[in-house]
């Protein structure tokens, strides 16, 4: 009986090959699984070389609704960050490919799942450990990593096995995108010394090609999703591709950072992701007036590990059930309103509001109406300091001894 594989494939030059590869070399009858996550303006090129390359089968699925709704979105309740900076757009993908590749290793009998990637980067980590777990007996090739081949020995192998081409730019980086972000790597880029040149870019303008003028706009939120652009009810897909056309508009989303990869090895990568970086910061600023101290800070700890746990490939993990279930805990009364500002690669947040506000303007004024009783607060401080006085009075860490701060930080 013929064996039977499911490819990942991009349509891309290394995928076209992969094709190839698992028929000759490994005997599979390969079926090619393309997913659509914003990021195909030539889906019907795609099918066409998947198929001229060997294929059986090539299913392009557009999975972008599942995407915003079951990655991106419990994402952004978590305020997801990698070391601060990345928005994790590559890394939520991976998870939900892999969920589609299981899904049609089982319609079509495969007992082999297949991917590209190489064995330096996350992606073979992610694939490989998502896929593993959804399908624990699941064989696992890696035709990047077991093949090691260089872009030109790829090249010289489809010439030689007349293998369609796709357009192959000039272009030395590495880009990959869905409707998130996008990311860039490879070429000059790998030294952190240089600037990114601006050819590199391609959802965002640079400062000086901005508007003069800001722009104001409003999103509001219920439960912690955005629901709404400007007052006006939309979808999760558009209020993501308006805001991408609109933030970017205004050289907003750009990110230039050195990163630890989940291999050990850091890696300088360049970002575009213009409405993830607008809607992360008008749901961390709702959250300021929705939740209390104490939530925000064990939230932000948990936030922290939340896009730790996305970038190392553990989405299907028990870890991350545990984590979400705080984070979603804390989202019931995350509903209201951001307004903000987008001018020249900034976001300014000019105003929140909410119907279930913890901001009470009574409380919080100095005005004549003033509703705080400032009469408790030497009790109040009585109280919050007695642990200090007490044991300044019994430990007397400076006595005999004139005060002196320095001294003192010594000791």
């Not at 594989?5 to 090959?17: H, K, N, P, Q, W």
């Not at 899904?103 to 007992?111: C, L, P, R, S």
């Amino acid at each position: 009986m013929t064996k039977k594989i499911v490819l990942a494939y991009s349509g891309g030059l290394d995928t076209s090959v992969a094709v190839n590869i698992l028929q000759k070399e490994y005997g599979y009858e390969v079926y090619c699984m393309t997913a659509d996550l914003g990021n195909l303006p030539d889906s019907q090129d795609i099918v066409r070389r998947g198929l001229e390359s060997g294929a059986v089968e090539v299913e392009l699925i557009d999975a972008k609704a599942d995407f915003l709704q079951h990655f991106v979105l419990p994402a952004l309740k978590a305020n997801a960050l990698y070391q601060n900076k990345y928005p994790l757009a590559t890394a939520l993908a991976r998870p939900l490919i892999a969920q589609m590749l299981i899904e049609k290793a089982n319609q079509i009998g495969a007992n082999a799942i297949a991917h590209g990637c190489t064995g330096k980067g996350n992606d073979q980590v992610r694939f490989d450990v998502s896929l593993q777990t959804l399908k624990p007996d699941v064989e696992i090739i890696a035709t990047g990593r077991e093949n090691n081949m260089t872009r030109e020995e790829v090249i010289v192998y489809a010439n030689k096995n007349n293998i369609p081409l796709p357009p192959i730019k000039s272009s030395p980086y590495s880009t990959d995108e869905n409707i998130w972000g996008r990311s860039i790597e490879c070429g000059d880029l790998e030294d952190p010394w240089i600037a990114p040149p601006e050819e590199i870019y391609e959802w965002t303008k640079p400062i000086n090609e901005t508007p003069m003028q800001g722009e104001e706009i409003e999103i509001e939120f219920k439960n912690g999703e955005p629901v709404s652009l400007n007052k006006q009810k939309i979808d999760t897909i558009s209020m993501v591709q308006q805001l991408n056309d609109i933030a970017g508009k205004h050289g907003i989303g750009r990110i230039d950072m050195v990163e630890d990869r989940i291999v050990g090895i850091k890696s300088r990568e360049i970002y575009e992701s213009p409405a993830a970086i607008v809607l992360l910061q008008a749901h961390k600023s709702l959250e300021s007036i929705t939740l209390t101290r104490k939530q925000i800070e064990l939230k932000e700890f948990i936030d922290n590990e939340y896009g730790k746990m996305i970038y190392d490939g553990l989405w299907f993990s028990s870890h991350h059930i545990n984590l979400a279930s705080y984070i979603n805990s804390t989202q019931e009364h995350v509903n209201g309103t951001v307004r903000l500002k987008l001018w020249h690669g900034s976001v300014i947040v000019n105003g929140i509001k909410s119907d279930e506000s913890l901001y009470d303007p009574k409380l919080a004024t100095y005005g004549d109406d003033d509703d705080f009783d400032q009469s408790i607060a030497k009790g109040f401080i009585a109280i919050w300091g007695m642990p200090l006085k007490t044991q300044a009075k019994k430990q007397k860490h400076t006595e005999k001894k004139e005060f002196n701060r320095k001294s003192y930080l010594n000791n």
